[in-house]
């Protein structure tokens, strides 16, 4: 079974930063299309941000677009988020996890924000709480 672990969250004022970690199997950190979600309370999951497998096109939601850069840190072996001017609606928990891949014509793969269907298991997620 795949297992990813995140870290990273905490507390923060509005407009203040943080640097989620995506950690797991070199195998699937460094190889496969990662993507971030998140989950409010009350609120279902929904995806944040993704980044391709092959060549580390980023793909993000409306909601976090130019705040929020999700890179590929290969030595690491760690996908992570980073999260500027952030605000009390990014409050959530936040998961890690394997998504799928959509090739266009001209041969470009790009991530998708659907689990791929070898992704079984979420981890226990890290917690962001943006607060004054």
């Known amino acids: 079974q795949v297992q990813l672990v995140e870290s990273g969250g905490g507390s923060v004022q509005p407009g203040g930063s943080l640097r989620l970690s995506c950690a797991g199997s070199r195998f699937v950190l460094n190889y496969r299309s990662i993507g971030w979600f998140r989950q409010a309370p009350g609120k279902e999951r929904e995806a944040v941000a993704c980044?391709?497998?092959?060549?580390?096109?980023?793909t993000y939601a409306d909601s976090v677009k130019a705040r929020f850069t999700i890179s590929r840190e290969t030595a690491n072996i760690t996908v992570y988020l980073e999260m500027n001017n952030v605000r009390p609606e990014d409050t959530a928990v936040y998961y890690c996890?394997?998504?799928?891949?959509?090739?266009?014509?001209?041969?470009?793969?790009?991530?998708?924000?659907?689990?791929?269907?070898?992704?079984?298991?979420w981890g226990q997620g890290t917690q962001v709480t943006v607060s004054s």
């Open positions: 996890a394997i998504v799928g891949e959509h090739k266009l014509y001209n041969g470009d793969w790009y991530c998708t924000f659907a689990t791929a269907p070898d992704f079984h298991s």
């Open positions: 980044i391709g497998g092959s060549e580390n096109r980023p």
